[in-house]
């Protein structure tokens, strides 16, 4: 896909989510740079801020077939999976495929679920196979998770296991809207243009066709990121680990997840090469789900926002 179609997908996917989502724009990008890139995300923010919307409104950007699994603590395994169920008129045993047999899965509060359950999406997310009853069936090439969560503190939630964090490209938190985008809101739940009335009417039309979106990533691993660059990036990530108040540092996973997302961090720019700054701006939503910072540290108050802040601060920006 050439640099200008490129530009114009994005471009209409950005203004057709936001014929639904109000302000949030850093968010919709977020999403898009997952979506676009393959990789799943998870969605972080306290009750209201739309992340359920946010996602449902994605699947019809992306014309995917979608799914959505409310997370819930006696979700069994089985309920996202599926089970093979004995047939008495064949004779036979026969598959009975769960929501995860989709394109598009929305897991909606997946911290609300013990880990057992959480970790039935963890096969599935990074090779985009489900094994039921030892036999193994595969997901569509385009499988993406969309996983919301209210922030950890909240009770009765199971926080996800690191290795499970390790499988979303991006940690998107999403904030309250400010005071004029909140007035829009509340002038448009009055009218017959609600979110919730508008999605339904299907006003958001999709920008592309599931058979484009490898012609897409092709057009993105295209973006030039010279070596020094890429250098910066390997460094940023390996600081993680030797930080002196990190606990446990982002893995290779991170390096590649923030490739990527600072080329479509450049692509959404409408620039063909990524700078120093893409790779920073993605630096924090890339690392901070992945670090665990020592117990010490975080008693005082420190965040993993912070410690990102002082390793970009640190590591000198190749000219
Ligand atoms: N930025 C926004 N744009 C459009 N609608 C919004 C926005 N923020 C909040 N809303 C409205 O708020 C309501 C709540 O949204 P939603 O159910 O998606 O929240 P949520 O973040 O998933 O909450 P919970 O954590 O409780 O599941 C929706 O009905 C939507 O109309
Ligand atoms: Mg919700």
Redesign the pocket.
């Known amino acids: 896909m050439n640099m200008e179609r490129l530009k114009e997908v994005l471009a209409q996917a950005r203004s057709e989510t936001g014929k639904?989502?109000?302000?949030?724009h850093e968010v919709i990008e977020r999403a898009l740079i997952c979506i676009f890139t393959g990789n799943h995300a998870l969605v972080e923010?306290v009750?209201?801020?739309?992340?359920?919307?946010?996602v449902r409104t994605l699947a019809h950007v992306l014309g995917a077939d979608f799914a959505r699994i409310q997370f819930t603590p006696d979700l069994m395994p089985a309920d996202i999976t599926g089970t093979n169920v004995f047939n008495l008129q064949r004779n036979e045993f026969s598959l009975i495929k769960g929501p995860i047999f989709t394109s598009f899965l929305l897991a909606?509060?997946i911290n609300r679920a013990p880990a057992k359950t959480q970790s039935a999406l963890l096969q599935a997310m990074q090779e985009r196979l489900v094994t039921i009853d030892r036999e193994t069936h595969s997901l569509p090439a385009n499988f993406t998770v969309f996983a919301?969560q209210?922030p950890i503190e909240y009770e009765g939630t199971y926080p996800l296991p690191e290795a499970q964090k390790d499988r979303f490209m991006l940690k998107i938190s999403?904030t309250p809207?400010d005071r004029a985008?909140e007035l829009l809101?509340a002038q448009r739940?009055m009218t017959r243009d609600?979110?919730?009335t508008l999605l339904a009417q299907k006003v958001v039309r999709p920008v592309i066709k599931a058979e484009d979106l490898a012609e897409l990533r092709e057009g993105l691993a295209a973006i030039v990121l010279r070596e020094e660059l890429v250098a910066y990036l390997v460094d940023i990530v390996r600081a993680t680990r030797t930080h002196e108040s990190v606990l446990v540092g982002a893995g290779p996973r991170a390096t590649q997840s923030l490739i990527m997302a600072a080329r479509a961090q450049a692509a959404i720019a409408g620039r063909d090469f990524v700078t120093p700054d893409d790779i920073k701006t993605m630096a924090s939503p890339v690392l901070e789900h992945r670090l665990i910072l020592r117990p010490e540290f975080e008693i005082e108050g420190l965040t993993v926002t912070e410690v990102i802040q002082q390793i970009l601060q640190q590591i000198a920006v190749p000219r």
Request: aromatic share 0%; hydrophobic share 40%.
């Open positions: 639904v989502i109000i302000g949030q923010g009750p209201g801020v739309a992340k359920t919307l946010l909606d509060e919301t209210n999403m809207p985008e809101l739940t609600a979110p919730e």
